[in-house]
């Protein structure tokens, strides 16, 4: 379970980013977070995966108490999650495989492991024919199901999305909903972050709007809100 309790965030420079929030996502769900450019949610995303610590309030993942986590322990929770970048993220000078593989030997996981899972996650994703090529010979939609790979590399119970479909077109938009909502049917909590208008009509899951750093909607069913 994920839960927000009176949570603030203030940058350094003053701005207010977040401004007492409180949500609750179970184990399970899927969820997506809209608002408009600046709304707060990349705030958000950032505070679930420890890139940012938040000013006030507390947030919880998984029995993981983000608010008094120490950083050494911070490696140990970003195990629980998988992230999936606008942005791709991917290791240029590395292979498909490798660049899934790697994210499990930077847990130490044994090879053997490694051999067995990483064949596993390409075909999840309709890659397996595509395991030895760079991401440079890869359309914008295959890194993009690359990086979805990679963020289940180690099993998480939680996957973020971060605009997952901002950089490829609207049919492979479509594919990759349709992967995130396969593997939400494998009882993980999936959160996706996103502008799309119409995945979100279309998927009709549960919608958390964010305006001016405040939860303003939380609805089930699409509707998305017009004013974002």
């Known amino acids: 379970m994920i839960e927000f309790k009176d949570v603030t965030k203030v940058y350094p420079n003053g701005t207010e980013a977040l401004n007492g929030v409180n949500l609750t996502i179970n184990d399970g769900e899927f969820v997506f977070i809209v608002g408009a450019s600046g709304a707060g949610k990349s705030t958000m995303t950032k505070l679930l995966t420890r890139e940012e610590k938040l000013t ?14 120490p950083d050494r ?8 999650i998988g992230v999936v970048f ?20 930077i847990i130490g996981e044994s090879d053997k492991t490694i051999k067995r899972r990483v064949p596993s996650l390409l075909s999840i994703v309709g890659l397996q024919d595509k395991a ?9 939609g295959e890194q993009q199901r690359v990086a979805l790979a990679r963020a289940l590399a180690n099993n998480p119970k939680t996957i973020i999305a971060d605009e ?26 999936v959160i996706v972050v996103t502008h799309e208008k119409d995945l979100v009509d279309y998927f009709r899951k549960r919608v958390i709007t964010i305006e001016h750093g405040v939860v303003v909607g939380d609805r089930e069913g699409g509707m998305f809100d017009e004013k974002v």
């Open 86 to 105: 606008q942005d791709f993220r991917l290791l240029d000078d590395m292979t498909v495989y490798e660049n899934v593989a790697f994210a499990m030997q």
């Open 164 to 189: 997952p479909t901002g950089n490829i077109d609207p049919k492979l938009s479509m594919e990759i909903m349709n992967l995130l909502i396969k593997i939400n049917g494998k009882n993980r909590t």
């Open 132 to 140: 030895s090529c760079f991401p440079s010979q890869l359309s914008g």
């Open 73 to 80: 322990k911070v490696p140990y929770y970003r195990r629980q």
């Open 56 to 69: 006030g309030g507390s947030i919880t993942v998984n029995n993981f108490d983000l608010s008094k986590m």
